[in-house]
């Protein structure tokens, strides 16, 4: 296999899971699988994350989501 099918099996493999972790949240179903709405939350998360309580978002969405990963039994 070439390096370039390599690289783009796991660029793959990489959106899907992270298009997983979206549906997993429950935002696809809560907003009706808005694409407008579910971008503009993670631009706003990007916001917050380039802003000057970055650490504190970080930390805060860090202990949610391990959480979240314990009570489901899921893996990151």
């Known amino acids: 296999m070439r390096s370039w099918e390599?690289?783009?099996r796991r660029r793959t493999r990489h959106l899907?899971?992270?298009g997983g972790l979206v549906?997993?949240?429950g935002v696809v179903e809560l907003t009706g699988?808005?694409?407008?709405?579910i971008y503009g939350a993670?631009?706003?998360?990007?916001?917050?994350?380039k802003g000057d309580q970055a650490e504190q978002a970080r930390a805060l969405w860090l202990?949610?989501?391990k959480n979240a990963f314990?009570?489901?039994?899921a893996t990151p």
Request: glycine share 6%.
């Open 6 to 8: 390599v690289e783009r």
């Open 16 to 18: 899907i899971e992270l």
């Open 23 to 25: 549906v997993k949240s």
């Open 33 to 37: 699988d808005d694409r407008a709405v």
């Open 42 to 49: 993670l631009l706003w998360m990007a916001e917050k994350l």
């Open 63 to 65: 202990a949610k989501g």
């Open 70 to 73: 314990e009570d489901r039994g």
